[in-house]
């Protein structure tokens, strides 16, 4: 040891202080250190020296400026134990983004500022592990988590500001959970340009939305569009299916008793349209009847009208409009 170097020697030093805190948890009939001033660099040094014999022994009087009420302190590249917790806490006051405690996984320490590091592949600037919680993020304020990828060049595919892992090879558990206890949101997602929420369930469902309420406004799934002069082939909900055969559908509803699978209205405009460029826009299957007409308001059809248009009026007479026009042509049916 006489020719290690000061810092080298300071390692060493902290590494017998942790195997001495050991030793005394070990020995509680053994006195405890004495508390005396702040450790000197020659006291260091000496300890250093007769170090492993003394903690053999498990009893040294080590200056400490807190060793009577919180222990040792935490040494790099070394285990680390402790029976209470260790807190941490701020006094500065703060400047911008300013952090208590940094860890880096790097070949330089991150800077206070954020400021981008060189980091290592294929490592975690910090791991947290429990039996139930890992880490641990509480806030009064804006945020209890926030995860930041600082890079700003071309993103790789499956980098993620937080990544969520579940290594269930069964049906239970979540990647991720968000939950309010209000009437909030309970997961949010955003995108300037890009998509706000992207999911993929591989061989399964990618989305779900479930609800319990059984009141009006009740809905697994609502979908927005809410600029109010969008184009024409804008839509609320967008269904793509890649089949080339008939063996697919692009949305599929279904009602578990006498109600409504899909319901369309329009304030002005037309309530469900079905377009089909080389086949038919709508084919109705029913055990009673295939289409029903609910009659209207009068008692004959009206003045004016779009060709093809049906309508049935209260009297039970079933008009086609022929002619387009505020003056239209109508030809009765039945």
């Known amino acids: 040891m006489e020719h290690a170097s000061e810092s080298e020697l300071l390692a060493h030093v902290r590494r017998l202080e942790q195997r001495i805190k050991q030793l005394e948890q070990q020995r509680d009939d053994l006195p405890r250190p004495v508390v005396d001033a702040a450790p000197s660099r020659r006291n260091l040094f000496r300890l250093a020296a007769v ?9 040294v009087s080590l200056p400490s400026t807190a060793a009577a009420t919180c222990g040792l302190p935490i040494v790099a590249g070394c285990g680390n134990s402790s029976d209470s917790t260790t807190g941490l806490v701020h006094t500065r006051a703060a400047s911008g983004e300013e952090a208590l405690f940094v860890a880096s996984n790097s070949a330089h320490p991150a800077p206070p500022d954020f400021a981008q590091a ?13 039996n139930k ?15 930041r990828r600082t890079a700003t060049a071309t993103t790789p595919a499956g980098t993620a500001a937080v990544f969520g892992e579940h290594k269930n090879t069964d049906t239970y558990g979540t990647g991720v959970i968000g939950k309010h206890w209000g009437a909030g949101w309970g997961m949010w997602a955003t995108s300037v340009s890009g998509k706000g929420l992207h999911a993929d369930g591989g061989t399964g469902i ?29 839509a609320a909900i967008r269904a793509i299916t890649s089949s080339t055969t008939a063996g697919s559908n692009a949305i599929r509803a279904s009602h578990a008793g006498s109600g409504t699978s899909i319901y369309g209205s329009s304030a002005s405009g037309t309530g469900i349209r079905g377009v089909s460029p080389n086949g038919r826009g709508g084919v109705f299957t029913g055990a009673k009847a295939q ?7 009068l008692a004959t059809h009206p003045t004016d009208g779009v060709r093809g248009d049906l309508y049935m009026d209260s009297t039970g007479n079933l008009w086609l409009c022929k002619t387009s026009g505020s003056t239209a042509t109508w030809t009765q049916l039945g």
Do not use: K
């Open 291 to 297: 289409v029903n007409l609910t009659p209207g308001a």
């Open 206 to 234: 990618g989305a779900e939305g479930v609800t319990t309420g059984a009141t009006a406004n009740s809905f697994g799934l609502v979908a927005r569009v809410t600029a109010t002069s969008p184009d024409d082939s804008s």
């Open 118 to 130: 060189s980091l290592a592949s294929n490592r975690w600037g910090v791991f947290g592990m429990s």
């Open 51 to 59: 170090g492993v014999g003394t903690a053999a022994a498990g009893v």
């Open 133 to 147: 919680v890992g880490v641990l993020g509480e806030t009064p304020g804006t945020y209890a988590v926030h995860g």
